[in-house]
């Protein structure tokens, strides 16, 4: 089955460590994003990328960085500069559009949480 | 600035009590207006896409609606399975080559048996 799968489903940080999510699809699509989830709050971009070797940040981009070296995988580091990552992290991919947005589609999160 | 807002924050229904969720936006010209269901703990799931003014759509209980303004999620006869956060997203036309969306804060709504 097609799909997204984001690893580890729980992870934990501990102070001035630096943390790697791991994003991967084997749908086809072209453009990934990562957004974080918090209580009462709307998902939030962090990155985005169209193509391999090619990446944006979204509106939350501080004290993350990520890399997009194969068109299949997207992972995000979470660095000690991040000073609040306890959230729930989410990718998404969708395959380019063309005339018309197509919907990204989710993987089911990693959870992050400081020791 | 584009905005997206959801009413209520938490919607608690009766089985087979109708109702409506409601998605506010103000873009800078609308491609396409998004509505995801997520269940605790996991991503959210594509529901429907609407892209004009008075397009519709529906699956099993639930239908959207899209105004100029808003979108409706209407669920007709909720079961208990029902129960989750329903995410409203739009994709705004201008300024994003990336396809980039912005986010309400969703809906919880709660079906009780």
């Known amino acids: 089955d097609g799909g997204i799968t984001q690893s580890p489903k729980y992870l934990f940080r501990k102070e001035g460590q630096n943390v790697t999510l791991s994003c991967e699809q084997n749908?086809?699509?072209?453009?990934m994003y990562w957004y974080r989830q918090d209580p009462g709050q709307g998902l939030r971009l962090i990155y985005y990328?169209?193509?391999?070797?090619?990446?944006q940040k979204g509106d939350i981009a501080e004290g993350y960085s990520v890399s997009r070296e194969k068109k299949e995988s997207f992972p995000l580091t979470v660095t000690s500069a991040q000073k609040n990552p306890t959230a729930f992290y989410l990718c998404?991919?969708?395959?380019?559009?063309?005339?018309?947005?197509?919907?990204?589609?989710f993987g089911d999160g990693t959870r992050l949480s400081i020791l | 600035e584009d905005q997206v807002t959801q009413s209520p924050e938490a919607l608690r229904l009766q089985e087979g009590e109708s109702s409506s969720l409601n998605c506010s936006y103000t873009?800078?010209?609308?491609?396409?207006l998004f509505w995801y269901r997520q269940d605790p703990g996991k991503g959210p799931e594509f529901l429907f896409t609407?892209?004009?003014a008075g397009e519709e759509k529906e699956k099993e209980r639930l239908k959207a609606t899209l105004t100029k303004k808003e979108s409706f999620l209407h669920i007709t006869a909720p079961k208990p399975e029902d129960s989750a956060t329903y995410l409203c997203?739009?994709?705004?036309?201008?300024?994003?080559?990336?396809?980039?969306?912005?986010f309400g804060q969703g809906t919880e709504l709660s079906v009780k048996p």
């Open positions: 998404a991919s969708k395959p380019w559009q063309g005339g018309f947005s197509q919907p990204q589609h």
């Open positions: 749908l086809n699509h072209d453009a």
């Open positions: 990328s169209q193509i391999v070797n090619d990446f």
């Open positions: 873009v800078s010209g609308l491609r396409g």
């Open positions: 609407l892209y004009s």
């Open positions: 997203a739009v994709q705004a036309n201008q300024n994003n080559q990336g396809g980039k969306l912005i």
